[in-house]
């Protein structure tokens, strides 16, 4: 670790998990995560209000954890990043006052991010710098989304045209009676199942005006249907063949549209970020796919993937090194920021 480097302290706040990272340069230091995850599971979604108050109970405490994880103190950090967007606009203001209290009381820059940019750029912490030109598929609860990173720059391929890939997962562990938050259950019941039980839709597969868009509403809907089938057949269902066919239906649709993106881009490179990159099929099919097709594939550890504080302070860190200005003091927060506006 070079000592030179500044030390900067990353807040995500913009859904469920208070996370709060600090790095130096590309080194991780802390990554110290509260979840209120548990108090949204018996409504079956996350309840902003019951978000931000969590937000708020959780800051100071984490921010001491990570301090303590780091062995720093406070004043040893020289620039502050947090999420500015896109999310829960109470819960984004949550992170952002508490950044722009440290940053003014400490008389430090502070960066206002991207959450998106902040999911792809937290591969640098453990795969080096990010090669470029490269191709980003990320995925998450609210986004489903083909990007590409060039010179600095981050650009929309295409996008879902309905529910995000984790929102198709958190919705058919639902219809199967798995609780919230449900693609990792999703992910743990297909490990038992056959992935070729059921052969449920890939929307979009081959239309070319969409080659690089996704849908992913029918594909709820069509396990809702396969479901309630079987049910009035008096057919007992296997959650387990449901879950691996329904990741195997998403895993598939995400990998050959990101693999065909990248051949399209001419990218040598491909990197899977977001919360459904944790997804083990999507990540062992992305990696035999990217084989086949000759192109690098680089996925942040799962621990990484899911939302966290280490990917802010690694994007701020990356600011800090291009030497990008500071966001203003005033900056907003955004809720529905586009990949393109990396930072305020
Ligand atoms: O990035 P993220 O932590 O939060 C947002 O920015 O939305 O992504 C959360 C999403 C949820 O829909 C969750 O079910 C999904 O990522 N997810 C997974 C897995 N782990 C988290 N989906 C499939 N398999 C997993 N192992
Ligand atoms: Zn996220």
Redesign the pocket.
Same mark, same amino acid.
């Given at each position: 670790m070079s000592s030179d480097e500044p030390l900067i302290l990353g807040i995500e706040t913009?859904?469920d998990e208070t996370g709060i990272g600090i790095v130096r340069g590309r080194d991780l230091l802390a990554n110290a995560l509260a979840s209120s995850a548990p108090e949204h599971a018996r409504f079956g979604g996350v309840v902003p209000e019951v978000a931000s108050r969590a937000h708020l109970e959780a800051m100071l405490p984490t921010i001491d954890l990570a301090c303590s994880q780091a062995g720093i103190s406070m004043s040893d950090i020289d620039a502050v990043a947090v999420t500015a967007g896109p999310g829960l606009v109470g819960a984004l203001i949550v992170g952002v006052a508490s950044a722009k209290a440290i940053a003014l009381g400490l008389g430090i820059p502070i960066y206002g991010v991207n @959450?998106l940019a902040a @999911?792809v750029m937290v591969d640098e912490l453990e795969h080096g710098p990010l090669p470029e030109p490269v191709v980003g598929l990320l995925v998450? *609860? /609210?986004h489903s989304s083909l990007i590409t990173v060039s010179d600095g720059h981050f650009e929309g391929l295409g996008h879902t045209l309905d529910d995000a890939a *984790?929102?198709a997962? #958190?919705k058919v562990a639902r219809l199967l009676g798995l609780p919230f938050? *449900? *693609?990792?259950m999703? #992910?743990q019941a297909a490990q038992s199942g056959d992935r070729d039980s059921i052969d449920f839709p890939r929307a979009l597969r081959t239309d070319p005006v969409h080659a690089f868009n996704f849908s992913f509403s029918g594909l709820k809907t069509a396990v809702a249907r396969w479901v309630k089938e079987q049910q009035r057949a008096g057919n007992t269902i296997s959650v387990p063949d449901v879950a691996a066919s329904v990741q195997e239906a998403i895993a598939d649709i995400l990998t050959s549209k990101a693999v065909m993106a990248a051949v399209a881009q001419d990218a040598p490179h491909l990197v899977i970020a /977001?919360?459904?990159a944790?997804?083990?099929r999507l990540r062992a099919l992305a990696a035999e796919r990217c084989a086949v097709a000759g192109i690098e594939l680089r996925v942040p550890s799962p621990g990484l993937c899911?939302?966290n504080g280490a990917m802010v302070a690694a994007l701020g860190s990356h600011l800090v090194r291009i030497g990008a200005a500071p966001s203003p003091v005033d900056f907003p927060v955004a809720s529905t920021l586009a990949v393109d506006r990396v930072h305020f």
């Open positions: 913009s859904c @959450h @999911h998450s *609860g /609210g *984790g929102e997962f #958190d938050p *449900g *693609g990792p999703i #992910d /977001g919360g459904v944790a997804n083990s899911t939302d």
